[in-house]
Structures are given as structure tokens and as C-alpha cells.
């Protein structure tokens, strides 16, 4: 089955600085790429997904770039906002069915 | 909308006691997913169902049973409760089974075996 790895599991920023967290998958089937946010004690909500078709998509403040040859993805979010703190998820599977997760990265915004 | 509701928000069990975690969706989703979440090891699937009447296993489906009679309920069956099943217990559920829709998370279940 699809493996998922992320690193770094944990990572600290100046407020206003950019966050880079990076993730690679095993299974080159995997065509799906979402990335999820999870406050404490709260529900994982997604934040942002790319599909296999895409090489990067950005949102406001958050983008995704993939590279399908060397299976990792990575989110890199601009302009750090305190409220940006919490641990950040990959995801890899292919549509949604059967999706496998990275072990979680905290983030921490230091204002 | 509800969205997805889960129930119960925390319980205790002794080792080798049987429940079931329940689920339920208002939102008409095909897909629904059961993960379990531990300390460092992010969300890994349990089961997974494609539609009513249709389930599949995950990564760790060791010791857990579900069953999908409706498209709005996906419950999970703790068969013989053991420590190692100490964790937060998510249920999820996304529009159209084979897509790249969005997953939404139940609230979670806190379970504590003792």
C-alpha cells in the first residue's frame, strides 16, 4: 500500500516568515495530493489539493507544488500569520478512496 | 446541515468489552471513512465504504468491524476492546465515491482502553 512520509515534524517561524513542509509517497498510482489543518482539539479540515495533472496550485497565501518523477509534494505557506499554528497534514491516494497520511507537521508562528 | 456527527465524544472501556462508535452524514455522501489518530502517527484508515452496502479495509483494520445498511450511517464495532486501541477514533465522509472531492471530519470520539 501507499506509504506517506513528511518532514519536518516539527517547525518553527518568525511571524511574517515563510513555512515549508515537504512529503514524498511511495506509490506512483496515487494521483490525489491534499493537504489538511488540524487546531487543537479540533477536526482536520483541508486546506488545499492537487490532483497528478498539475504541477502547483496556490491559494491566497498557501500553495502546493508536486513532482510526479521524484513522488514529493510540499506546502509552503507565505506571510506566517500566528493563526497559522497548528499541525499540517499530507495526504496521497488515488482519487479519494483509500488515503493514506503523513505523520503530521506542527507548526508554530511566533509573533 | 449537521455535517458529519459522531457519537460518543469520549468513553471508557475495560479491556475486552465490545461498543460501537456511530457516525452519521445529512450531507447525501457516498464515501465515508473511519481513521484512528495517535501521537505522531497522523490519521491512519480503518475502513472505508464507496456506497450503501459496500466496505473495504484500510490500513489497520485489525480488530474493528463496520457495517453500511444507509448512505447516512458508516458505525464502527470495537469487537474485543484492547489498550492498543486507546486513540481518537474520526469518521469522515466526501461527495461521489472515485473523486477528488473534499473529506469532512466527523468532531472525533475520544476512546481510552483500560
Known amino acids: 500500500g501507499e506509504n506517506v512520509e513528511q518532514h519536518p515534524s516539527t517547525l518553527s517561524v518568525q511571524e511574517g516568515d515563510s513555512a515549508v513542509i515537504k512529503c514524498t509517497y511511495s506509490?506512483?498510482?496515487?494521483?490525489?495530493f491534499p493537504w489538511y489543518k488540524q487546531e487543537l482539539g479540533k477536526r482536520p479540515q483541508l486546506i488545499i489539493d492537487i490532483r497528478s495533472n498539475v504541477g502547483e496550485k496556490k491559494d491566497q497565501r498557501i500553495a502546493v507544488t508536486l513532482n510526479k518523477t521524484a513522488k514529493h509534494f510540499s506546502l509552503h505557506i507565505t506571510e506566517t500569520q500566528p493563526e497559522d499554528s497548528a499541525v499540517y497534514f499530507c495526504a496521497a491516494s488515488i482519487i479519494n478512496n483509500d488515503m493514506r497520511f503523513g505523520a503530521g507537521t506542527r507548526l508554530t508562528v511566533k509573533p | 446541515n449537521a455535517g458529519v456527527t459522531q457519537t460518543p465524544k469520549f468513553q471508557v472501556l475495560k479491556t475486552g468489552q465490545s461498543m460501537t462508535l456511530q457516525c452519521a452524514q445529512d450531507?447525501?455522501?457516498?464515501?465515508m471513512s473511519w481513521y484512528r489518530q495517535d501521537p505522531g502517527m497522523g490519521l491512519r484508515l480503518i475502513h472505508y465504504?464507496?456506497?450503501?452496502?459496500?466496505?473495504d479495509q484500510g490500513e489497520v483494520p485489525n480488530g474493528y468491524n463496520v457495517s453500511r445498511s444507509t448512505t447516512e450511517d458508516f458505525p464502527l464495532r470495537l469487537l474485543s476492546a484492547a489498550p492498543s486501541q486507546t486513540s481518537v477514533y474520526f469518521c469522515?465522509?466526501?461527495?461521489?465515491?472515485?473523486?477528488?472531492?473534499?473529506?469532512?471530519f466527523g468532531p472525533g470520539t475520544r476512546l481510552t482502553v483500560l
Open positions: 469522515a465522509s466526501s461527495y461521489g465515491a472515485g473523486s477528488y472531492n473534499e473529506q469532512f
Open positions: 506509490d506512483s498510482a496515487s494521483n490525489y
Open positions: 450531507m447525501n455522501h457516498e464515501y
Open positions: 465504504s464507496v456506497g450503501a452496502g459496500i466496505t
